[in-house]
């Protein structure tokens, strides 16, 4: 038979129960309190670079990979086709003006001279002998002009007495029209004469004008093969240092190729390539920063190329200090161009910022956290952000790479 247990005990057994349940609440409670802390993820602050927001000046820019190259090269080109004979200077030798630097096969050219010299000789000699033919008939119709002149007075005086005769009536009418008919027939050869006379003179004067002017230009062209001779061994204008020449002896050149550079190394300009994305924003007069190991050297855009080569843009950049000691031929530097300025804007230093959920994002450092922070950018360039919306001046942020903490919001600081 069951015995009917106490009120008192089951009062104790149930107390003991609330006990237990409550025990094991209060260490559920605390148990999670020390995991979570112990699990909560903390960055140190030695390993983690920073930056405070403030108020500054900044510039957008577009970047662009940048060669150094000389402001001033001569470009030495074959003035004929030929091979090279000897190169007598190599890359990096310091020229003066008129320092010869290869030698090309002048033989096809020394032989152009020599039968346009023959051409010339051949035309002198025959300008001479048009000379003595044309100054011979000159003067056989000079001749003939004299002696048609002694008939005509001839027949004028003929005419004269024939004239008095027939008014005395010693001789007829139709005797003395034959006299009259003869002296007219010696008046028209004699113009005949002198109108040959003066056409010989002018056939001369052409003849020599065609002769001297074939003459003319075979000598032109002799001076042209002159100076193209002198250049088969190409030199500078101005000194300079050999940057570049045709490398091996016995190189096949055609007409235009290029031979040689040479450079004043004294003063540089760049030539930056970007994306034809960016073709739209640049501008000639543009300010250009240009990134020479960790200076920077000022400069302005003064050509823009307009023609697009493998989805590339090229431009011309002047630089305020084209003798920089830094400066080398060939070197390639970061060139930054300047689109756009705001005066007194947020901006903070350029960082690995993340983003989430399609939000760029900071984590804004705060009294031993950093807490992942949603903000707006405005401009940028290659070294600062502009700050639109989420910080205000004295904000720290953290620049160094968070993505292995990005779907934290906050992250202990120590």
Request: charged share 30%; hydrophobic share 40%.
């Amino acid at each position: 038979m069951d015995r009917q247990i106490p009120q008192s005990e089951r009062r104790r057994k149930r107390l003991r129960q609330v006990g237990i349940i409550v025990a094991l609440s209060a260490l559920v409670v605390i148990t999670g309190t020390l995991v979570g802390g112990w699990l909560r993820p903390t960055v140190a602050r030695s390993r983690m670079r920073t930056d405070t927001v403030k108020r500054a000046d900044i510039e957008a820019t577009i970047s662009a990979n940048g060669r150094v190259v000389p402001s001033e090269e001569q470009v030495l080109t074959s003035p004929i086709d030929s091979r090279v004979v000897h190169v007598l200077h190599q890359p990096g030798d310091e020229l003066s003006a008129g320092d010869p630097i290869l030698v090309l096969d002048e033989a096809d050219t020394q032989l152009s001279l020599e039968k346009l010299a023959d051409q010339i000789a051949i035309k002198r000699n025959a300008r001479k002998q048009a000379k003595v033919e044309l100054v011979g008939r000159r003067n056989d119709l000079r001749g003939k002009i004299e002696i048609k002149s002694v008939e005509l007075r001839a027949a004028e005086q003929e005419v004269g007495r024939n004239q008095t005769l027939f008014e005395k009536g010693l001789i007829t009418e139709v005797a003395l029209e034959s006299f009259k008919i003869k002296a007219e027939r010696t008046r028209i050869e004699h113009r005949q004469f002198q109108e040959s006379s003066s056409q010989a003179e002018e056939e001369i004067r052409v003849r020599f004008e065609g002769l001297d002017l074939e003459i003319a230009i075979l000598e032109k062209e002799l001076v042209r093969e002159e100076k193209r001779l002198d250049r088969c061994r190409p030199r500078p204008s101005e000194d300079g240092v050999l940057t570049w020449v045709v490398p091996r002896v016995g190189t096949a050149i055609r007409r235009g190729d290029e031979l040689a550079r040479v450079a004043n190394l004294r003063s540089f300009r760049v030539e930056a390539t970007l994306s034809d994305v960016h073709a739209a924003k640049l501008s000639v007069g543009q300010v250009t920063r240009i990134r020479v190991g960790e200076e920077l050297i000022n400069g302005r855009v003064t050509q823009v190329r307009p023609t697009v080569q493998d989805g590339l843009v090229t431009c011309e950049v002047s630089l305020e200090q084209s003798g920089h000691a830094n400066l080398r031929h060939n070197l390639r530097v970061d060139v930054h161009i300047v689109t756009e300025q705001k005066n007194s804007a947020l901006i903070v230093q350029r960082g690995s910022f993340p983003i989430v959920d399609g939000k760029e994002t900071v984590y804004l450092v705060r009294e031993g956290e950093a807490i992942r922070t949603p903000v707006r950018f405005g401009i940028t360039n290659f070294q600062h952000y502009e700050i639109l919306e989420g910080l205000e001046v004295g904000d720290e942020i953290i620049l160094s790479d968070m993505s292995e903490h990005v779907h934290m919001k906050e992250i202990m600081v120590r």
